[in-house]
């Protein structure tokens, strides 16, 4: 009898690295992590290179494409070229890591390919009784010949008792071990259908718009929230503060919640049909991947903007 397709809203800890929890979703994302470093550093090491004809090679045009289209989606929200060329490292973060996270859990054997957890044994303490700790008992029976004294050690209801406790324990320990048997944990999960690291990325997002804030406003910024000049803009920065905190969840709950629904549906599709059906979802997959990038982009730039400019300039 084969098992149902495995889904879990939680990642799952595959190892411990110093007493600290390594789970399948940080795994990967310090793949992904470890691919956008050494993309960098093989894009810088080949920066300015040309072949015999005087021509940038494959590589040098294919991460000046990456960059160019980045910095012309920042610019086209900006229409600043010194704030778009501070708004770009961290847009072009946010679009690209995102976006392999999202890929990444598409390949084969994400989520298949894992280990096989075997829990402990429940071993319930066993119950022994020594016969120093039953009091002796002595009977006397007096007849017509003779009296004789007859000692009977322990009491025969509490050894039964015990002996029964013993042998109750032993069956649920085996009936125990039978229903948990083995756990299948995925090796690989894509970071981004992690609500944790979801979360983690919206509060950086909004932590990152405040520095903005502050950087271009100085305490001025303050005055967004706490604004006293009337009752109805004291009532609108109020509303503004809370509408800030509410990104952090509104933020990762979007971003959690399309990966993550992808993912599931992949893995009933290719339960249930496993070889022609699936084509079209991942197809439909990849596209929500892309978006759900350039969503998370699109929406941190737009606030990083919008930091930077006074109630006064709206």
């Known amino acids: 009898m084969s098992s149902g397709p495995h889904i879990s809203i939680s990642a799952e800890t595959i190892s411990y690295f110093a007493n600290i929890p390594i789970s399948n979703s940080i795994l990967t994302s310090l793949i992904v992590s470890a691919i956008l ?10 920066l300015n290179t040309r072949d015999v004809f005087g021509r940038p090679g494959a590589f040098q045009n294919f991460s000046e494409m990456i960059v160019e289209m980045l910095y012309e989606f920042t610019n086209s929200v900006t229409h600043n ?6 708004f770009l490292p961290f847009i072009a973060s946010f679009f690209l890591w995102i976006l392999l996270n999202n890929w990444l859990g598409l390949l084969p054997g994400v989520g298949t ?12 303490p066993s119950i022994e009784v020594k016969a120093s ?21 322990g009491d025969e209801t509490h050894v039964e008792e015990a002996a ?9 320990a085996a009936t125990g071990e039978k229903a948990h048997g083995k756990t ?5 999960r894509a970071g981004t259908a992690d609500l944790n690291t979801a979360i983690a990325l919206a509060a950086i997002s909004v932590f990152v718009t405040q520095l903005f804030g502050f950087k271009y406003l100085k305490f001025g910024y303050l005055k967004k929230f706490f604004n006293f000049s009337s009752p109805i803009m004291f009532f609108v920065g109020i509303l503004e503060l809370v509408l800030e905190l509410a990104k952090i969840m509104s933020f990762a709950f979007r971003l959690f919640g399309n990966v993550f629904a992808g993912e599931v549906l992949l893995a009933v599709i290719l339960f249930l049909v ?8 991942y197809g439909l997959e990849i596209f929500v991947g892309f978006i759900q990038a350039l969503v998370f982009s699109m929406l941190s730039l737009v606030f990083f903007n919008m930091a930077t400019i006074s109630h006064d300039e709206h």
């Not at 470093?37 to 080949?46: D, E, G, N, T």
């Not at 070229?81 to 501070?86: A, E, F, G, I, Q």
């Not at 390919?113 to 319930?124: D, M, N, S, V």
């Not at 700790?133 to 050690?153: F, G, N």
């Open 37 to 46: 470093i050494l993309f960098a550093l093989i894009a810088k090491k080949k």
């Open 81 to 86: 070229s010194k704030k778009t060329k501070v």
């Open 113 to 124: 390919i894992g280990l096989t957890h075997e829990p402990k044994e429940a071993r319930l």
């Open 133 to 153: 700790e039953v009091e002796p008992t002595v009977e006397v029976i007096e007849t017509t010949d003779h009296v004789e004294t007859l000692e009977v050690v």
């Open 164 to 172: 029964t406790a013993g042998e109750t324990h032993s069956e649920e």
């Open 184 to 188: 299948f944990i995925p090796l690989f």
């Open 274 to 281: 496993p070889v022609i059906a699936p084509m079209p979802f």
